[in-house]
């Protein structure tokens, strides 16, 4: 069972959220908090219950998500994050992903989406479903992020720049496999090389790196 700490100062979106994944089997959200600081007061009580992963707002008052992710990384917080973002926030999905949070999805995810991603998370994988359009990408193409222009990485060949824009679409392994009529084999050993190229330690760095400098 993955235990969920759900939060979000939108009383109908956690009621939302916490209905579909009623339905999950394999998953229960265990804990509600309204802002960041009641769950860090959660996390911190005596009478908290394992948390294995946290749903939480990007916006939010008191302390909002991105602030409340920074706070968990201050005290040594291992609890994966993944953030619950709109359309048209690029700027915050942006911080959130370089503060260090495991990935982002849409309010109004189905639950499909909802399960997949925190089971892919709670493996210890990072996420960036669903995916990024490009109405998404060209907010994030405008933010000033933490990659200097002169941060010029190894040139990439254009089949790695085909599978950066799969990454960045959220597609695993597989389906960039099946895409591309390649064995799953091979599309891990070229996203490693382009990892290596980038200098970057996953695939959510790999792709907000690659927007920054230009490459997508």
Excluded: W
Excluded at 66 to 88: H, K, R, W, Y
Excluded at 119 to 148: S, W
Excluded at 175 to 203: C, H, P, W, Y
Aim: contains cysteine; hydrophobic residues 45%; charged residues 25%.
């Amino acid at each position: 069972m993955i235990n969920l700490l759900l939060v979000d100062d939108q009383t109908l979106v956690r009621q939302g959220i916490k209905s579909l994944l009623g339905l999950a089997e394999n998953m229960k959200v265990i804990a509600e908090a309204s802002d960041g600081q009641a769950a860090l007061g959660y996390l911190q009580s005596e009478q908290q219950e394992k948390v294995d992963l946290i749903l939480m707002d990007i916006r939010m008052p008191n302390l909002n998500g991105i602030e409340t992710l920074q706070a968990l990384n201050d005290i040594g917080s291992s609890i994966p994050v993944i953030m619950l973002t709109t359309f048209d926030d690029h700027e915050s999905v942006m911080q959130a992903l370089q503060t260090g949070a495991k990935g982002y999805l849409l309010k109004d995810v189905s639950l499909e989406t909802l399960v997949e991603a925190i089971e892919t998370v709670h493996e210890g994988k990072t996420l960036i479903q669903p995916a990024i359009t490009e109405k998404l990408l060209e907010g994030l193409r405008g933010v000033r992020g933490e990659f200097e222009a002169s941060d010029m990485p190894e040139p990439l060949s254009d089949r790695e720049v085909e599978i950066l824009r799969l990454m960045a679409a959220g597609c695993s392994n597989r389906e960039m496999a099946q895409s591309l009529f390649k064995s799953e084999g091979t599309i891990k050993n070229q996203v490693s090389s382009i990892l290596a190229k980038l200098g970057v330690r996953d695939r959510t760095r790999a792709v907000l790196k690659s927007i920054e400098l230009g490459i997508i």
